[in-house]
């Protein structure tokens, strides 16, 4: 039986909005180290995100593909 792993872009793409508003918060108060901190969370999930969803294409595509030689 194969076991696929579930990739999900949800809870990074969350983490990614919270980071966002937390540094908008951070600069309001011109806390400006800490926003930076903030910032560079929010890139991290970011990037998180963008590879759940280019994994989730590339499993669109690879179903397809298996669909069509049948």
Same mark, same amino acid.
């Given at each position: 039986? !194969? ?14 909005? !919270?980071?966002? !508003? ?10 400006? /180290? /800490? ?21 989730? @294409? ?6 397809? @593909? ?5």
């Amino acid at each position: 039986m !194969k076991i696929e792993a579930v990739v999900d872009y949800s809870y990074p793409m969350m983490m990614t909005e !919270k980071a966002l !508003k937390e540094a908008h918060n951070h600069l309001l108060n011109h806390d400006y /180290d /800490d926003a930076i901190e903030q910032l560079l969370v929010a890139i991290a999930e970011a990037k998180l995100t963008l590879n759940s969803v280019k994994h989730m @294409k590339e499993q669109s595509h690879a179903l397809r @593909k298996q669909a069509e030689a049948v």
